[in-house]
């Protein structure tokens, strides 16, 4: 028989190896008790809220914390019960999802991939997250939505405008509920040609990288089909700050429409530096020389200030709609924080509300349960109308806004108007067209 | 011919806030020998110092407006400037409309002031440390400076426009006999080359027909004698931190109608400024003036469209290719003193 050898640093030794092999993330391995990651077993289920609380976004990503702040205080009965009033589904009955309550967790993208990609995991493998969401990027969005389907979590996306995330990249634990680019081009087209005609030669600046791109690919093909020209299309860097030596030739190259497919910073600074040259004033090809920024964002629109006025663009959503859920949305959110919700906050509350919805739909909180409760789902009364959640690629489809910068706004929120609803049968479009294959959902187990 | 003169007219102005900041970041080198990492968050904050005078000039006091409804359908609450009240109303706009202009005299001061903290508070222990640790401490207080203005300012660019009388551009072709519409030229750009060069002309003119910096230099080469004969260097030290400060303050100020100012202009320009004192030579005054314009220009040229169809994305690294070349083959910059970081 021999002598088990018990000393101090045996002892140390072997501890240390079962600590470490007890705190070891287990999100990839096999989870031979739980039937899918993270399942909620106690009184509670935690959401985890994915947004950019530092960097460019920090202001949006706190409207987004402000509305999934929101959305938790309705699923668990209190406030006023916001859009559970006018949602068309009346699954959601005030006491949590399933019964359980409904924490939350929140992480920093800080607008980066792989910072989101890390506070993602974090919330799923320490936190229990069950679902994620969130978020101002598209790069962000793409990053997230391919961890979450890796670690069988549902991703539900945030402020995502790029074709990419339900397009070549999508995943089939994702789903998005805002527009994307195709939409905004198919929309603003029609618009454009109305008010500008159809003779126009258009300059393209556009932001380097994968939402630039579907933008400009989505803007150009749309106007192009109406009559325009497109004179040039130039790629600037995401991190420029001055667009004056890309400004300045605009009006040598004998183009008489600019368009920005810029987003945020990017925006803010080409669009002022296009009014600092004086091209709104400009007559060129004996028409006004207008501009147009495909995809607005009202809080980025306050940091361009009055140079907004007049310059089509489009959105998801805004608060001056006046159907029900629009209604209640504003009331609901002004009165708890006293300024009107953004889009950003519009779609992240939204999709919380459909996640829950779903889960009380599908019975479980399994993703591929909630999957199949999502895909096809028709839904109406949260602010955009009728609304298809479809199947083939996990892309709502909802009538699309047109907007304008106010002549004369009346507040710092007031700075846009809508000046079309188009109708989502417009800017509708074949899955296939995009490519990418959704794959099967991953249930992590 | 019309591109070319646009993009050297946008190179001025580009190179006029790089010139400025590198004259300042040369004049902390050059007579302090400390390697600055933070003057881009001194340009960041007198451009924030633009900021809060315009938004002090705009405080106001809620009035109801019961003919008017907000988002909530509640009677609007109408902001009344406390300036309209002192002033009247068409004077208050002016006030209002020339903030920019009037903060320089606003910035001055606080610029200094916060110079002088700096000095005082960080930058005299790191005298004779390493230009490694010197680099480490000031790039962590740039940090905290872009923090701090971050939590008080939100993340988003602030406009703060020009006055109006600003608004609009030069025809400068139409001037100079080409057709009209093809150069055309901010005005308020105008300005701030203008007003670049007479800072520039101004801290020469100090250098030059003052004996201030020669005993700064003197304070660098040997401290114990010049302050044995009665001359109070640290004070000279830290005035002329405040006067580095100041510049690039300045230049900030001015500079907001041009971009809206956001926590992270700072860092946006550092890099590059450093660029230009490398090139221009470090400790060379004229070096640094002369290189951040040429510089800008370069830039600007890269971001043609003609240039970016031979030889894509020359625009994001032009520069630093450029530094690259000057390190390699005249390590002192085009102007350095021989020996300077030839080591």
């Not at chain 1, 999802?97 to 974090?122: C, H, L, N």
């Amino acid at each position: 028989m021999s002598k088990m050898n018990l000393t101090r640093r045996g002892v140390l030794k072997t501890g240390a190896i079962a600590g470490a092999g007890v705190a070891a993330p287990t999100i990839f391995t096999a989870q031979s008790a739980a039937a899918f990651t993270n399942e909620p077993t106690g009184s509670s289920v935690t959401l985890g809220f994915n947004v950019p609380q530092s960097g460019p976004y920090a202001d949006e990503g706190a409207d987004e914390l402000r509305a999934y702040e929101l959305a938790v205080e309705h699923l668990n009965g209190g406030g006023d019960g916001g859009l559970m009033n006018t949602f068309s589904s009346k699954a959601l009955q005030g006491n949590g999802i399933m019964g359980k309550k409904v924490e939350y967790v929140t992480g920093d993208t800080q607008t980066k991939s792989d910072a989101a990609r890390a506070s993602a995991r974090s919330m799923i493998e320490k936190d229990g997250a069950v679902m994620i969401t969130g978020g101002s990027s598209s790069g962000v969005a793409v990053a997230v939505q391919a961890l979450c389907q890796e670690a069988g979590v549902i991703f539900m996306a945030g402020l995502t405008h790029s074709n990419d995330t339900t397009g070549k990249d999508k995943k089939a634990n994702g789903f998005r509920h805002f527009f994307n680019s195709y939409m905004s081009g198919a929309a603003l087209a029609p618009i454009l040609a109305n008010n500008y005609g159809t003779d126009r030669r258009a300059y393209h600046l556009t932001a380097d990288y994968n939402w630039g791109y579907t933008t400009e690919e989505a803007v150009r093909t749309s106007t192009e089909a109406m009559g325009w020209e497109t004179v040039a299309a130039v790629k600037t860097p995401l991190t420029q700050t001055d667009f004056s030596s890309y400004i300045a030739p605009v009006l040598q190259s004998g183009a008489d429409v600019l368009v920005l497919n810029h987003y945020g910073g990017n925006m803010v600074n080409s669009l002022t530096n296009a009014v600092q040259f004086g091209l709104r004033d400009k007559l060129v090809n004996d028409k006004n020389f207008e501009i147009v920024v495909p995809l607005y964002s009202r809080l980025m629109a306050k940091g361009a200030g009055a140079n907004v006025k007049g310059i089509f663009g489009s959105t998801n959503w805004h608060w001056s709609l006046q159907d029900e859920g629009s209604k209640q949305f504003v009331q609901s959110f002004g009165t708890k924080y006293g300024f009107p919700p953004s889009q950003a906050a519009h779609t992240c509350y939204v999709q919380a509300m459909l996640y829950a919805d779903a889960v009380e739909r599908a019975g479980s909180f399994n993703p591929c349960a909630v999957a199949e409760a999502l895909e096809g789902f028709e839904f109406d009364g949260m602010g955009n109308g009728p609304t298809l959640y479809r199947a083939e690629d996990h892309q709502c489809f909802k009538d699309v806004l047109v907007v304008k910068g106010k002549e004369n706004p009346t507040s710092e929120f007031d700075l846009l108007e809508i000046v079309e609803v188009t109708p989502v049968s417009q800017v509708t479009y074949d899955a296939s067209i995009f490519g990418g294959e959704l794959g099967s959902c991953n249930p992590g187990a | 011919m019309e591109a070319i003169i646009l993009q050297i007219l946008n190179g001025l102005d580009k190179g006029s806030a790089y010139a400025l900041i590198a004259l300042g970041l040369t004049l902390i080198f050059g007579t302090l020998g400390v390697v600055n990492f933070a003057h881009g968050a001194l340009f960041m904050i007198g451009a924030f110092c633009a900021v809060t005078l315009s938004r002090m000039l705009q405080i106001s006091h809620t009035v109801i407006d019961e003919t008017q409804k907000d988002f909530l359908g509640n009677p609007l609450k109408v902001e009344v400037p406390y300036i309209h009240e002192i002033f009247g109303q068409t004077t208050g706009d002016v006030i209002i409309d020339w903030a920019v202009p009037i903060s320089i005299l606003f910035a001055i001061p606080v610029m200094v002031l916060i110079g002088v903290a700096m000095e005082r508070g960080l930058i005299k222990h790191f005298y004779s440390r390493p230009h490694a640790d010197q680099i480490l401490v000031t790039f962590g207080l740039a940090i905290v400076l872009q923090e701090i203005i971050k939590y008080y300012y939100g993340a988003n660019p602030i406009p703060t426009p020009a006055p109006d009388a600003f608004r609009g551009s030069f025809d400068f072709g139409a001037a100079l006999g080409f057709d009209p519409n093809t150069i055309i030229y901010p005005y308020w750009r105008l300005v701030y080359f203008g007003f670049a060069a007479l800072i520039i002309g101004g801290v020469f003119a100090f250098l030059q027909f003052t004996t201030f910096v020669m005993v700064v230099r003197a304070g660098m080469a040997d401290r114990e004698t010049v302050q044995l004969l009665g001359i109070n260097i640290d004070k000279r030290f830290t005035l002329m931190f405040g006067l580095a400060a100041a510049v690039a303050g300045l230049a900030g100020v001015m500079y907001t109608p041009i971009n809206s100012p956001n926590y992270h202009m700072g860092m946006d320009f550092l890099v590059l400024s450093f660029v230009v004192v490398v090139v221009g030579g470090m400790g060379s005054l004229p070096g640094a003036v002369l290189a951040g314009f040429l510089l800008g220009i370069l830039e600007s040229f890269a971001s043609m469209r003609e240039v970016l169809e031979f030889l894509p994305g020359i625009n994001q690294i032009i520069i630093y290719l450029v530094a690259i070349i000057i390190l390699l083959t005249r390590p002192r910059g085009l102007m350095g003193r021989k020996g300077v970081m030839e080591d």
